[in-house]
């Protein structure tokens, strides 16, 4: 069934360190419900824009790097875009790279976690999950969504003893504040399946492809964190006794 399965892609790209552990084949799946304002992939965010492909085609692309990203202790993950908006080609890809002995990661923000299946999931040996903010009104302002869906996720990975790395994207004036902070730290520390948390400093390095689009990047003015707001909110993680980077 899988040879049938069919799904638009954006790209592929291969990365050490920063999409799962070791060096990963990272496919990025075309289509987002959600409108971060610091989102760094805007050409991901529609459907239309991607190319058809089937598993077997991206299968093959990934058995040309198979040595590559075995022998690195890496594997492959799916990212977008949101892999979750074609939940049926995302669990396929990840069957297939299971059934090949590969490492398998899925970046999501956990928005539309109630169509990831069971089966999907078992086929999933890393989750990032991408939590915005732990504030509602924030979350919504940020990313166009609710943030109830995500916790949801969270709890039922947690329940289904699926590995989490909890990613969390600081961006002062919109997720600096102490107290939203200490609720998440405090939220990811009561799930055991919860190994380490990923504090992401802002940055804009996908400004020149909202003017490529011809839309307006709404964060082209927000500075980075400063290296003391970073470590601040790592031992604010810490402190919660969870493991943060």
């Known amino acids: 069934m ?5 799904g638009r892609i954006h790209s592929w790209d291969l990365s050490t360190g920063v999409d799962g552990p070791g060096t990963r084949f990272v496919l990025f799946i075309s289509g987002c419900p ?26 093959a692309g990934i058995e040309k790097y198979r040595a590559f990203v075995t022998t690195a202790g890496g594997g492959v993950t799916l990212t977008g875009g949101e892999p979750l908006l074609q939940p049926a080609f995302a669990g396929a ?40 903010s732990f ?12 943030l109830t869906p995500t916790l949801n996720f969270a709890t039922r990975l947690d329940r289904l003893g699926v590995p989490m790395w909890i990613r969390y994207v600081l961006v002062p004036g919109w997720t600096d504040a102490p107290e939203h902070v200490d ?18 400093p802002f940055h804009k390095l996908g400004a020149a492809k909202y003017t490529a689009l011809g839309v307006p990047f709404p964060l ?3 500075p980075g964190p400063s290296a003391e707001l970073v470590e601040r ?13």
């Open 2 to 6: 899988s040879a049938v399965v069919r």
């Open 34 to 59: 959600l409108r971060c304002l610091y989102c760094a992939n805007p050409d991901t965010w529609h459907m239309r824009d991607g190319q058809g492909t089937t598993v077997d085609q991206v299968m």
């Open 183 to 200: 609720a998440l730290a405090r939220f990811v520390s009561e799930l055991p399946s919860v190994q380490r948390v990923e504090v992401l």
């Open 233 to 245: 909110v790592r031992g604010q993680f810490r402190h919660r006794g969870v493991k943060a980077y």
């Open 220 to 222: 082209r003015d927000t």
């Open 135 to 146: 504030d509602v009104p924030t979350y919504r302002a940020l990313t166009g969504g609710e």
């Open 93 to 132: 890809v990840l069957r297939r790279c299971k059934e090949a002995g590969l490492h398998t990661a899925l970046d999501t923000s956990g928005f539309l976690g109630a169509r990831a299946t069971d089966e999907l999931l078992a086929d999933t040996d890393l989750v990032l999950l991408d939590i915005k």
